[in-house]
């Protein structure tokens, strides 16, 4: 079953850090773009960032551009968010997604996502 | 940056059909996805390369493109159909649609 779990989610104060994982199993990962995608309390999905399969291209939207950073270790299936200098708008469920490949497309499957919540 | 419109809502008596739209400037050269968001549950996919369904997922959903607008189609609409809907597509980064709630009569 192809699964994907995050964690690592929890409270932080306004400046603070934090580091999500996503762990993946039931499918090759290291041949999968990825993706974070949050969602703000009553609020729609925002993409966050992707990476490559061999990280060498990563991108973020940018509001999280310069306090955000993406990663991943195929070695051991998973992938990383780490949030810096985390402000009150951060606050959401973080998913991660994997990407699909040329001929299918779309995000599937999705986490159950990781509450952030930023606040003093 | 890149935005993709869709209706804040949709309402539909069961058995009927239920149209959202998403529209975006850059729908005639970027494929577009629909995913389904139920209450406390992560999105789902439904549809993907504007018109493929994945395996798993109903008949009754569908998805059309014309120019600058795409459409989720959901024939014969069920009580269970009752969720969010968003789309999804690029310009040169992902960015999804503000959400479409669906609320059956």
């Known amino acids: 079953e192809v699964q994907l779990v995050e964690s690592g989610g929890g409270l932080v104060q306004p400046g603070g850090s934090l580091r999500l994982s996503c762990a993946a199993s039931?499918?090759?990962?290291?041949?999968?773009?990825m993706s974070w995608v949050r969602q703000a309390p009553g609020k729609g999905l925002e993409w966050v960032a992707n990476?490559?399969?061999?990280?060498?291209?990563?991108y973020y939207v940018d509001s999280v551009k310069g306090r955000f950073t993406i990663s991943r270790d195929n070695a051991k299936n998973s992938l990383f968010l780490q949030m810096n200098s985390l402000r009150a708008e951060d606050t959401a469920v973080y998913y991660c997604?994997?990407?699909?490949?040329?001929?299918?497309?779309?995000?599937?499957?999705w986490g159950q996502g990781t509450l952030v919540t930023v606040s003093s | 940056s890149y935005e993709l419109t869709q209706p804040p809502s949709v309402s539909v008596s069961p058995g009927q059909t239920a149209r959202i739209t998403c529209s975006g400037d850059?729908?005639?050269?970027?494929?577009s996805y629909w995913y389904q968001q139920k209450p406390g549950q992560a999105p789902v996919l439904l549809i993907y390369?504007?018109?493929e369904r994945p395996s798993g997922i109903p008949e009754r959903f569908s998805g059309s493109s014309s120019g600058t607008t795409v459409t989720l189609t959901i024939s014969g609409v069920q009580a269970e159909d009752e969720a969010d809907y968003y789309c999804?597509?690029?310009?040169?980064?992902?960015?999804f649609g503000g959400g479409t709630k669906l609320t059956v009569l």
């Open positions: 997604a994997r990407e699909g490949t040329v001929s299918t497309g779309g995000f599937d499957p």
């Open positions: 039931g499918f090759t990962f290291s041949t999968y773009w």
């Open positions: 990476i490559k399969e061999d990280s060498s291209e990563i």
């Open positions: 850059a729908m005639p050269t970027h494929f």
């Open positions: 390369k504007d018109t």
């Open positions: 999804q597509s690029s310009d040169t980064l992902w960015v």
